[in-house]
């Protein structure tokens, strides 16, 4: 079946370091996102990508990046990790009307 | 100012009552979406229900429907004969177009228990 996953699933790292978190979607959509949940926030969207190349920053784009070389993977790269990116990451890709989500990654930033 | 708001931050209801989620919007844009997905204490994001700005009709889904005003920027959930597994935090969601596409935006999120 295809699906969204999401590695690793648990993370902690020191301060300062850089991180990278995947995401993998086999079902070959085009649109795909990176949010991050925090109590009292909801979710609320860090990048997106409409497709190979294209990368758009979303409302907390801030000391974050993603790049998409194929249509399956968006990574996304936390460059100097803070103890205010402490959270839980969720990845997701749309067709149609419907975004699909990945299981999340929590990470904790010492 | 934010764009999705839920201003119930928790809800209790009685296993096999109905009950409604609030969720009001704000946009300017004439075509948009309104979402709503479930995350139970898992965490998972689950997908429960979708209503166009130009549906006329509202939405259902099984148990779910959306009960879409408009005129007053109001997307309630719905949710007829509550059970356990109902319980679960419900985010309302909006999808409007901005220069690239689509941008999602969340509201903050209620927190619903089903009382047996």
């Known amino acids: 079946d295809a699906e969204i996953t999401q590695s690793p699933r648990h993370k902690i790292t020191e301060t300062g370091r850089q991180v990278t978190l995947a995401c993998h979607q086999t079902?070959?959509?085009?649109?795909m996102f990176w949010y991050r949940q925090d109590l009292g926030h909801g979710l609320r969207l860090i990048h997106y990508?409409?497709?190979?190349?294209?990368?758009n920053k979303g409302e907390v784009s801030d000391g974050y990046s993603v790049s998409r070389s194929n249509t399956e993977d968006l990574p996304l790269t936390l460059e100097s990790a803070a103890s205010s990116q402490t959270s839980v990451y969720f990845c997701?890709?749309?067709?149609?009307?419907?975004?699909?989500f990945g299981p999340g990654t929590r990470l904790t930033v010492t | 100012a934010q764009k999705i708001t839920q201003t119930q931050p928790g809800m209790f209801v009685q296993e096999k009552e109905a009950v409604t989620l609030d969720c009001t919007y704000d946009?300017?844009?004439?075509?948009?979406?309104l979402f709503w997905y479930k995350q139970p204490s898992s965490g998972e994001m689950i997908f429960l229900i979708y209503?166009?700005?130009?549906?006329?009709q509202n939405a259902t889904e099984g148990r779910y429907s959306l009960n879409f005003q408009k005129a007053r920027k109001s997307a309630n959930l719905v949710i007829s004969a509550s059970q356990l597994g109902d319980s679960a935090m419900y985010f309302c969601?909006?999808?409007?177009?901005?220069?690239?596409?689509?941008?999602?935006?969340f509201g903050p999120g209620t927190r619903l228990s089903v009382l047996p």
């Open positions: 997701a890709s749309k067709s149609g009307d419907e975004q699909y």
């Open positions: 079902w070959n959509h085009n649109n």
């Open positions: 990508s409409y497709g190979v190349q294209d990368t």
């Open positions: 946009t300017s844009d004439q075509s948009y979406g």
């Open positions: 209503q166009g700005s130009y549906d006329e």
């Open positions: 969601a909006m999808r409007e177009w901005d220069n690239y596409g689509q941008n999602f935006v």
